[in-house]
């Protein structure tokens, strides 16, 4: 009994195995798709190429390390468009990774959420809620005092029913708009330096 129940563990680890090493290029394609097309989305233009891609540790209020990762764009012409950077806080369910755009002077050109575990109907209209036009709109602005939810006596709507969300959401753009402000940008290579 022994033997068999050993052994068939051992088939289907490797059957697994298998299919992981099967899985693992397109899982890995498919993210990279997804990033790309998210700082084309965020940096509000299609014909763009990264000319720079940084990682930045900081610490929060909390003393926990967070880590960005700060992509420099520029257009077709070489032109400077500012940088997206993700940024990740936990949420009400469980992490939030947001990428955010912003332009030269720092104002908010766009956001994507690329991973939340929040409540579906809820927490989960992050992704348009405060998008350009909608209640929240914080596209245009500029995070230099932080953005805050209006019963923090901010001036951003929070999302109905999600006030956890909404302040984690806000926190995570933030901190992303705070390590684009850390990291200057080399006027040269369009790399950002490194801090550790």
């Given at each position: 009994m022994v033997l068999v129940l050993t052994g068939v563990a051992v088939i289907m680890g490797g059957i697994l195995a298998y299919v992981n090493h099967l899985t693992e290029e397109p899982i890995a394609d498919q993210k990279a798709?997804?990033?790309?097309?998210?700082?084309?989305?965020?940096?509000?233009?299609?014909?763009?190429?990264?000319?720079?891609?940084?990682?930045?540790?900081?610490?929060?209020?909390?003393?926990?390390?967070?880590?960005?990762?700060?992509?420099?764009?520029?257009?077709?012409?070489?032109?400077?468009l500012g940088a997206a950077v993700e940024s990740?806080?936990?949420?009400?369910?469980?992490?939030?990774?947001?990428?955010?755009?912003?332009?030269?002077?720092?104002?908010?050109?766009?956001?994507?959420?690329?991973?939340?575990?929040e409540t579906p109907g809820l927490g989960a209209k992050a992704d348009k809620w405060f998008q350009k036009g909608e209640k929240g709109d914080i596209i245009g602005l500029t995070p230099d005092q932080p953005l805050t939810v209006s019963k923090d006596g901010g001036k951003v709507d929070a999302i109905t029913a999600s006030t956890i969300t909404s302040r984690a959401f806000l926190l995570a753009v933030n901190n992303a708009y705070a390590a684009y402000k850390t990291a200057p940008i080399d006027a040269e290579s369009g790399a950002t330096t490194k801090s550790e």
């Open positions: 798709k997804a990033l790309a097309d998210g700082i084309k989305t965020v940096m509000c233009v299609d014909d763009l190429q990264v000319s720079g891609t940084d990682t930045l540790k900081q610490t929060d209020a909390k003393g926990k390390e967070q880590v960005y990762v700060i992509y420099a764009t520029k257009d077709a012409q070489g032109n400077d990740t806080t936990g949420g009400f369910g469980g992490d939030l990774k947001v990428l955010v755009g912003f332009n030269t002077e720092g104002q908010i050109l766009g956001y994507t959420l690329l991973e939340h575990a």
